[in-house]
């Protein structure tokens, strides 16, 4: 077993995962823990969103990648564009992280841009690899 397989054969386990950060972020800005951001909600939406499709494994087909693509592009080019501001606050030497380092919108844009092209790309093998399954079933 290669380990992506490993991953696909637990796409639903990764999905409640991402589904339960997800959960966790919008409880954390409702509560007023974290300061009201439009990139981290999109990103926080993509990504609970994203995670819900993952967890069922009979809705990875074309329309669910399309959709996934779709968002997944929207949430990465969100995240990458807050990512950069703070490359280009680097650049002018004015860059600090904040006080709680967990919070700091630096890192955690890169982290939802890790998060949501992972999951793009398990979806995408999933549907592969469940069109594969259905076509060696037939033969």
């Known amino acids: 077993m290669t380990s992506i ?6 796409i639903h386990i990764l999905g409640a995962f991402f589904l339960v950060v997800s959960l966790l972020a919008w409880i954390s800005d409702w509560t007023g ?3 009201v951001c439009p990139y981290c909600r999109l990103q ?4 609970g969103i994203l995670g819900f499709l993952m967890m069922f494994r009979g809705l990875h087909n074309i329309i669910t990648i399309f959709i996934a693509s779709v968002l997944g592009f929207m949430g990465a080019h969100v995240a990458a564009a807050q ?3 703070g490359w280009l606050k680097i650049n002018k030497g004015t860059f600090e992280f904040k006080g709680d380092i967990y919070l700091d919108p630096f890192l955690l844009s890169g982290a939802a841009l890790f998060a949501i092209i992972a999951q793009v790309w398990l979806l995408v093998l999933s549907a592969r690899s469940k ?8 033969s």
């Open 131 to 138: 069109t594969i399954e259905s076509e060696v079933g037939q």
């Open 33 to 35: 823990l974290v300061y």
């Open 5 to 10: 397989e490993f991953y696909l054969r637990r």
């Open 44 to 47: 926080r939406t993509v990504i």
């Open 83 to 85: 990512n950069f501001m």
